[in-house]
């Protein structure tokens, strides 16, 4: 029951503005969660919290600072000159790196690294998050409701944890008034 709350309306209550590509994140979300192994309450929460994070609440879909900083970072695979500008974080886990963009293109059969710009398409950047999601077992650490887990998972660190904190707060106090007004809970 818990993927029926992404819709139009809690997506609006929770995350303000409604452009165009939301409501096709929404139908993506629908579409790809369940078989992702996210269709519970603390799932799906912890899931939306990380990304709304990643995302300033779904407002952009690209790192705002230029990539700069990410160049000639082997350890992102980014060797040739250009690479931190061309590889810089996108979609909704913030793919970040040559390397990345090349090993996710694999993943999902498509072109990342000649065409980094895939990765900001719902349907992608949502895959893209999933596989990382899942290669990471996020879903076992939902489940415990250990968000300075998923944090350090996602984040390599605690950037951005009072963030992330607040979002799951504003995400489960949501989802609860939904499920009780649905008798859901």
């Known amino acids: 029951m818990s993927i029926k709350f992404l819709n139009q309306r809690n997506w609006k209550i929770l995350f303000g503005e409604f452009p165009t590509y939301q409501v096709e994140l ?19 929460c912890h899931f939306l919290a990380q990304i709304a994070h990643e995302t300033g609440g779904f407002r952009w879909d690209e790192e705002l600072a230029s990539g700069e900083e990410y160049e000639n ?10 690479d931190g500008k061309k590889f810089k974080g996108r979609g909704l886990i913030q ?3 040559r390397a990345n963009y090349r090993q996710y293109g694999r993943w999902l059969d498509l072109p990342l690294e ?15 998050a999933l596989l990382y999601w899942n290669a990471n077992d996020l879903n076992y650490w939902a489940d415990k ?10 984040n390599g660190g605690m950037g951005g944890y009072q963030d992330r904190w607040n979002w799951l707060n504003r ?6 008034r939904w499920a009780k007004a649905h008798n859901n809970i």
């Open 171 to 176: 995400i489960m106090t949501q989802y609860d």
């Open 26 to 44: 929404i139908k993506e979300m629908v579409d790809l969660l369940p078989p992702a192994g996210i269709y519970s309450r603390d799932r799906l």
């Open 114 to 128: 000649e065409n980094p710009e895939l990765a900001r398409k719902p349907r992608v950047a949502l895959k893209i």
């Open 95 to 97: 793919l970040t790196g």
């Open 145 to 154: 409701g250990d968000l300075v887990k998923i944090t350090r998972i996602i």
């Open 73 to 82: 970072r082997v350890d992102l695979g980014n060797t040739q000159l250009g």
